[in-house]
């Protein structure tokens, strides 16, 4: 698969653990920054193009990192054809995916450890969108 990812630099860390671990299940990953944890940036200059090459068509699916993950699906969301869910455990990688075919995963750095960002993300890649009721509720989004 390939894979946009981007950070400001509170999300930075995890941005590299991530991307490795990316790697090394055989995903191509496309960076889009920020590229170190200092100085400090503004998300949407580095969210925007991982949301904008989502819906592009360029890659199949994105992850956006920030201290919070709010300000990233905010800013990821204002993408046409980009369904960015906000991550915080288990369950809402898996319902994001299920219910929401979520094409972006958004996590804060700030609000869990790197081992429980990297099982959401894997949760994230390996759970189908069940489609079904779903998908009415999926296309009315684009309406």
């Known amino acids: 698969m390939k894979i946009?990812?981007?950070?400001?630099?509170?999300?930075?860390?995890?941005?590299?653990?991530?991307?490795?671990m990316l790697t090394d299940l055989g995903?191509?990953?496309v960076d889009k920054g920020t590229y170190a944890q200092t100085p400090s940036v503004d998300y949407p200059r580095f969210i925007r193009p991982v949301a904008?090459?989502?819906a592009a068509g360029e890659?199949?699916?994105?992850?956006?990192?920030?201290?919070?993950?709010?300000?990233?699906a905010m800013t990821a969301n204002r993408i046409k054809g980009v369904r960015a869910?906000?991550?915080?455990?288990?369950?809402?990688?898996?319902?994001?995916?299920?219910?929401n075919d979520a094409n972006v995963i958004s996590i804060g750095e700030r609000?869990?450890?790197?081992?429980t960002a990297?099982?959401?993300?894997?949760?994230?890649?390996?759970?189908?969108f069940e489609?079904?009721?779903?998908?009415?509720?999926?296309q009315e989004l684009d309406e």
């Open 4 to 20: 946009a990812i981007g950070s400001d630099h509170a999300g930075f860390l995890y941005k590299e653990a991530i991307k490795k």
């Open 27 to 29: 995903h191509e990953v």
């Open 52 to 54: 904008e090459a989502v």
């Open 59 to 72: 890659v199949e699916r994105g992850v956006v990192l920030g201290g919070s993950g709010n300000g990233e």
């Open 85 to 99: 869910a906000l991550c915080w455990n288990e369950e809402s990688a898996r319902l994001g995916r299920q219910h």
């Open 111 to 115: 609000m869990m450890s790197e081992e």
């Open 118 to 128: 990297l099982k959401l993300v894997q949760i994230w890649l390996d759970t189908p």
């Open 131 to 138: 489609g079904g009721r779903h998908l009415a509720r999926i």
